[in-house]
C-alpha cells in the first residue's frame, strides 16, 4: 500500500488543520493507521492512531483533547484532526499503516508503511 499523507501548511497559534493519509494500491480496512510527528533536531514521535479491526483510537498525552483521528467513509482516508494548535506542533507530519492485531501503536517499528511527509508550521 502506498500512503500519501497532505493537509500541512502555516497556521497561527490556537487554529486548526486536517491532515489527510490516503492509501492506494489497497484500502484501509485490514491496517492500522498511525501518525508521527519530527521536529527539526528531535526524534520522531507517535501523535495518534487508530486500530483496524474496532477503530480504537489512541493518542499521546500532549495532544490529548486537541487532536482526533478518524477513518473517512471510503476505507481508504485516515484524517487527523488538529484544534488548539500551539508553535511546539510545528513538525513534519507522517503517516503510516500497520499489519496485525497485537501490536504496539505508539511504536514506529511496528509501521510497515510510510507516507512521505507533510510539513506543519504554527506561528506564535
Known amino acids: 500500500v502506498q500512503l500519501q499523507a497532505s493537509g500541512g501548511g502555516l497556521v497561527q497559534a490556537g487554529g486548526s488543520l486536517r491532515l489527510s493519509c490516503a492509501a492506494s494500491?489497497?484500502?484501509?480496512?485490514?491496517?492500522?493507521v498511525g501518525w508521527f510527528r519530527q521536529a527539526p533536531g528531535k526524534e520522531r514521535e507517535f501523535v495518534a492512531a487508530i486500530r483496524w479491526n474496532r477503530g480504537g483510537t489512541y493518542g499521546a498525552e500532549s495532544v490529548e483533547g486537541r487532536f482526533s483521528i478518524s477513518r473517512g467513509s471510503a476505507k481508504n482516508t485516515v484524517y487527523l484532526q488538529m484544534n488548539s494548535l500551539e508553535p511546539e506542533d510545528t513538525a513534519v507530519y507522517y503517516c503510516?499503516?500497520?499489519?496485525?492485531?497485537?501490536?504496539?501503536?505508539?511504536?514506529?517499528?511496528?509501521?510497515?508503511?510510510w507516507g512521505q511527509g507533510t510539513l506543519v508550521t504554527v506561528s506564535s
Open positions: 494500491g489497497d484500502t484501509f480496512s485490514s491496517y492500522s
Open positions: 503510516a499503516a500497520a499489519y496485525g492485531l497485537y501490536i504496539n501503536l505508539r511504536s514506529s517499528n511496528s509501521y510497515r508503511y
